[in-house]
Structure formats: structure tokens, C-alpha cells
């Protein structure tokens, strides 16, 4: 039996861009993709703590140590520039393997870069 667990947690970003007019997704500085094991075009949940949204998107790469986290598209209307969110990933494994899984966490600072 499979099941779905946390893979990687970008916990307490600061949306610095919302794009209403863009093909969709999250943009996400590299640097950031690369510490939590998120990578580009993948499936993500997005949690907004200022507001209580939750939606799932897709990653876009961003350009690396900028602190990029610009939510694209109808997603745009669901965050506001400066609002903090939790990006979340998610994998499927087997319930044994699962058991034994951790995920990767990262807590940037308050500009979105990596501590």
C-alpha cells in the first residue's frame, strides 16, 4: 500500500511578487528549490497563513539568491504581496518505506533567504 507523505517544506516565505497576467504557477528562487529538494514543474500545496487559502500549483525555477517567491496566474488572487506562505511537497512511498522517511525542511529568514 502506498501513501502520501510530506517530502519538502519551504516554511514561512514572504510573497515578494503576485502575477495575475502569467501562465500560472509558483515562482521560486533556486537557491530555495535546491535546499528543500523541490524541483521545477513539480506539484506543490501552497498555504497561506495571512489569509487561510490552500491551493496546489506547479514550480518555475527563479532566479537563484534573489528571494523570489511570486505566485503566477489565478494564483496570483490568492496571496497578496508580502503575505507569508508555507510551500509543501508531497511523495508517494510504500508504508513501510515511509515509516522510516524525512523530509526535507528549510526555514528561511525573513527575506526569504536561506539561514
Known amino acids: 500500500m ?23 504557477s509558483i515562482t521560486i528562487d533556486e537557491a530555495l528549490m535546491e535546499a528543500s529538494n523541490i524541483i521545477e ?3 506543490v500545496q501552497i498555504v497561506n497563513i495571512n489569509n487561510g487559502e490552500r491551493f496546489e500549483t506547479y514550480v518555475i525555477k ?5 528571494g523570489v517567491i511570486c505566485l503566477n496566474g489565478p494564483a ?9 506562505v508555507i ?18 525542511l528549510i526555514f528561511p529568514d525573513a527575506n526569504n533567504r536561506l539561514i
Request: proline share 2%; charged share 35%; glycine share 6%.
Open 2 to 24: 502506498n501513501i502520501e507523505v510530506l517530502k519538502s517544506k519551504i516554511h514561512r516565505v514572504k510573497v515578494t511578487q503576485a502575477e495575475l497576467h502569467y501562465v500560472g
Open 41 to 43: 514543474n513539480e506539484k
Open 62 to 66: 527563479g532566479e537563484k539568491n534573489t
Open 76 to 84: 496570483a488572487r490568492k496571496v497578496a504581496v508580502g503575505d507569508i
Open 87 to 104: 510551500v509543501i511537497a508531497y511523495a508517494s512511498m510504500d508504508f513501510e518505506e515511509a515509516k522510516k522517511w524525512k523530509p526535507t
